[in-house]
């Protein structure tokens, strides 16, 4: 399947390198398609297109703020990548908190109607009570950054894929660190070029010779 990059990239010249789950965000980039919500890796910089998960402090309360767009930051700024888990555990635990008390009026009711109506309506607040638990949460991928991060639910990612996305990020960090200072930035297109590069290999343009010493 091919991808739709023209109205992504910051550059022409980037090249695709991945996206967080190839299967599952597949038709994200077929047709601009950018309603939900995905991170895409290129060669310079990782981009995050569609739903746009901000995250800091308020993702240790269970909290992130949520907005649309697109997101790019370059590679050379990312700080480092973790996977984050975050709860909200009060609507389901007031719910099996709720549950124990009425099992335990049920057990010491005399009347044995009164009994199991209230152990039944126990059982159904615990019930419902451990499956908002589990519902209300999620895993995110944090990509930080100088200045912030963001963040990306991984609910259908498996480890591996998530090891990996994380290993491919910082392989790519290290590829542009390590061949950045050897550079330098064509005036015309802002590309990166080779040092000693009389022309722009990305738009053709005359470079200055180095001022001698």
């Known amino acids: 399947m091919k991808y739709n990059y023209k109205n992504l990239f910051a550059s022409q010249h980037e090249k695709f390198t991945a996206i967080l789950g190839q299967d599952y965000f597949s038709s994200l980039l ?15 910089r990782v981009y995050q297109v569609g739903k746009l998960y901000e995250s800091g402090r308020r993702i240790h309360g269970g ?6 767009g697109k997101k790019s930051v370059s590679l050379q700024d990312i700080t480092g990548t973790v996977s984050k888990e975050v709860t909200k555990p009060i609507p389901g635990t ?12 049920g057990l010491l009711s005399d009347v044995r109607q009164s009994a199991i109506i209230m152990l039944t309506i126990a059982a159904v607040s615990v019930a419902a009570g451990v499956f908002l638990i589990l ?18 639910p991984v609910k259908f990612i ?11 990020i910082m392989e790519e960090k290290e590829m542009v660190m390590s061949g950045y200072g050897d550079l330098k930035e064509c005036p015309n297109c802002g590309e990166k070029i080779q040092l000693s590069a009389k022309l722009c290999r990305y738009c053709g343009e005359p470079q200055n010779e180095p001022a001698a010493e």
């Not at 077929?30 to 310079?44: P, T």
């Not at 007031?94 to 009026?105: D, P, R």
């Not at 944090?142 to 963040?151: C, H, L, P």
């Not at 498996?158 to 491919?168: A, R, S, V, Y």
Request: no cysteine; glycine share 8%; net charge negative.
């Open 30 to 44: 077929v047709d601009d398609d950018l309603s939900d919500s995905a991170i895409i890796v290129s060669d310079k």
């Open 135 to 152: 519902k209300l949460r999620k895993r995110y991928l944090v990509i930080e950054y100088s200045g912030g991060s963001m963040a990306q």
């Open 63 to 68: 909290g992130l703020r949520i907005s649309r």
């Open 158 to 168: 498996t480890d591996t894929e998530l090891n990996l996305f994380q290993g491919i």
């Open 94 to 105: 007031s719910l099996v908190v709720f549950g124990v008390i009425a099992a335990t009026l």
